[in-house]
């Protein structure tokens, strides 16, 4: 325990000593970074100034000032998948919605602007009209050589909140770049309206023939609900529930009045009275009429009108059944008629989708490099550089005043040498 304090006064004094054996490093060789330095940033200042005044094409010139006008594009997604999909959506039709989504496309008009502006189709256009090949010089692979060029000169930056698609174009020459940058623009706006309208029409297409199947099958229900209500005499089967159920009900009550009627008057008369024979052919005839009504009548057939009571559930779940599925298929059949109206509308007039809001202007400032920025990094760099050289340099210089190391030093320059 007596001994730890003065252990860790020890390593505070190592340290100390450790901090100041890189101080004094530093300052034994402050003239080697100071100079380093100091010429670095010399050099690097001068190229700056050259690179400034030399032409952009000059041999030397690695650092030219590079122009990039820029276009600015609003682009609008196509409304007819989202209108349809809020027609079809909330509803059974659910599935509906991607079925037809799905068919008429789902790239988004953004997608497909920027798709265009960076194909081979516009680039070869480009490279075709500025002639790259010779403006570039270009000997080897020159159509992969002019893509290539356009695409890493070409910039692109669409802010999804706005819907605005930025495209710019950089190079040295800031009337060319522009020229570029405008007609690449005049191209994307001609490829973009082609495919949108070739787009529209598959839709238009798509849905007339969905619609045209949909009103074929819109008949069929129709037909079957028709068929059943001839052939069971429905038309609507609640109300006729309800009258018959109160028919049978007023037929079992009067059944009731004649027999406690027949059994006071078989209490006065004989059997054989024609008025307790008249009363009892009526009843008779009434049960007959009660049976029939509730199993139907012997003679029931397609053409009768008439609904026994026993198949009335049946019958009002196939009555039912058919009802909705005519429903369902004139849902669908009206969805795929306001779609196609959609479509329609989008074909009339699809100009709202790419408007062209800034044209390029020959830019009068440069957009890069910054020379003072790279003047910095270069000389901080330099001067770590210097740093780390100067602590190489300085344990070198140890090693070499200690012997036992020294002799080290000499065996590993011997095995590396290529001497035997």
């Given at each position: 325990?007596?001994?730890?304090?003065v252990?860790?006064?020890a390593?505070?004094?190592?340290?100390e000593?450790?901090?100041?054996?890189?101080?004094?490093?530093?300052a034994?060789r402050?003239?080697?970074?100071f100079?380093?330095t100091?010429?670095?940033?010399v050099?690097?200042?001068?190229y700056?100034?050259?690179?400034?005044?030399?032409?952009p094409?000059?041999?030397?010139?690695?650092l030219?000032?590079?122009f990039?006008?820029?276009?600015?594009?609003?682009?609008?997604d196509?409304?007819?998948s989202?209108?349809?999909?809020?027609?079809?959506?909330?509803?059974?039709?659910?599935?509906?919605?991607g079925l037809v989504?799905s068919g008429s496309?789902?790239?988004?008009?953004a997608?497909?602007?920027q798709?265009?502006i960076?194909?081979?189709?516009?680039a070869?256009?480009?490279?075709?009209?500025?002639?790259f090949?010779?403006?570039?010089?270009i000997?080897e692979?020159?159509?992969?050589?002019?893509?290539?060029?356009?695409?890493?000169n070409?910039?692109?930056?669409?802010?999804?909140?706005?819907?605005?698609?930025?495209?710019?174009?950089e190079s040295i020459?800031p009337?060319?770049?522009?020229?570029?940058v405008?007609?690449?623009l005049?191209?994307?706006?001609?490829?973009?309206?082609?495919?949108?309208?070739?787009?529209?029409?598959?839709?238009?297409?798509?849905?007339s023939?969905?619609?045209?199947d949909?009103?074929?099958?819109?008949?069929?229900?129709?037909?079957k609900?028709?068929?059943?209500?001839?052939?069971?005499?429905i038309?609507?089967?609640e109300?006729q529930?309800?009258?018959q159920?109160?028919?049978?009900?007023?037929?079992?009550s009067?059944?009731?009045?004649?027999?406690?009627?027949l059994?006071?008057?078989?209490?006065?008369?004989?059997?054989a009275?024609?008025?307790?024979?008249r009363?009892?052919?009526?009843?008779?005839?009434l049960r007959?009429?009660?049976?029939?009504?509730?199993?139907g009548?012997?003679?029931?057939?397609?053409?009768?009108?008439y609904?026994?009571?026993?198949k009335?559930?049946?019958?009002?779940?196939?009555?039912t059944?058919?009802?909705?599925?005519?429903?369902?298929?004139?849902?669908?059949?009206f969805t795929?008629?306001?779609q196609?109206?959609?479509?329609?509308?989008?074909?009339?007039?699809?100009s709202k989708?790419?408007q062209?809001?800034?044209?390029?202007?020959?830019?009068?400032?440069k957009?890069?490099?910054?020379?003072?920025?790279?003047?910095?990094?270069?000389?901080?760099a330099v001067?770590?550089?210097a740093?780390?050289?100067?602590?190489?340099m300085?344990?070198?210089?140890?090693?070499?005043?200690?012997?036992?190391e020294?002799?080290k030093?000499?065996?590993?320059?011997?095995?590396?040498?290529?001497?035997?």
């Open positions: 325990m007596p001994n730890e304090p252990r860790a006064e390593q505070v004094n190592e340290d000593i450790s901090l100041m054996d890189l101080v004094a490093v530093i034994k402050w003239k080697f970074i100079f380093s100091f010429i670095a940033a050099l690097i200042l001068s700056s100034v050259y690179t400034k005044k030399a032409a094409d000059a041999m030397f010139n690695r030219p000032d590079i990039k006008p820029e276009v600015i594009v609003r682009l609008q196509s409304s007819s989202s209108t349809l999909q809020s027609i079809l959506g909330g509803s059974e039709l659910g599935l509906l919605s989504s496309g789902g790239n988004s008009n997608d497909l602007a798709a265009l960076k194909g081979n189709i516009l070869d256009q480009i490279a075709e009209e500025f002639n090949i010779e403006l570039f010089d000997k692979n020159p159509r992969s050589t002019s893509r290539r060029m356009f695409s890493e070409l910039t692109t930056d669409f802010d999804s909140a706005t819907g605005f698609l930025t495209i710019g174009f020459d009337v060319f770049a522009t020229r570029v405008n007609r690449s005049e191209l994307l706006e001609e490829r973009f309206r082609g495919l949108t309208m070739e787009n529209i029409t598959t839709k238009k297409v798509f849905l023939e969905r619609l045209l949909q009103e074929n099958l819109l008949q069929k229900s129709q037909d609900l028709i068929e059943f209500q001839k052939t069971y005499g038309f609507n089967i109300a529930t309800e009258a159920i109160v028919e049978i009900t007023g037929m079992n009067e059944l009731i009045q004649k027999e406690v009627e059994k006071g008057l078989l209490e006065k008369r004989r059997d009275d024609p008025q307790v024979k009363l009892e052919n009526d009843i008779k005839s007959q009429l009660i049976d029939a009504k509730t199993t009548f012997q003679d029931f057939s397609s053409t009768s009108d609904i026994p009571q026993n009335l559930p049946e019958l009002s779940a196939i009555f059944y058919l009802q909705q599925d005519v429903t369902l298929q004139a849902q669908i059949y795929f008629k306001s196609l109206e959609s479509v329609r509308l989008e074909e009339a007039d699809n989708q790419f062209i809001i800034e044209t390029a202007e020959v830019p009068e400032l957009s890069k490099p910054s020379r003072a920025k790279i003047c910095m990094i270069v000389t901080i001067m770590f550089l740093i780390f050289i100067s602590f190489i300085e344990y070198i210089a140890r090693i070499k005043a200690d012997p036992a020294s002799k030093l000499d065996e590993i320059k011997k095995s590396l040498s290529l001497r035997k």
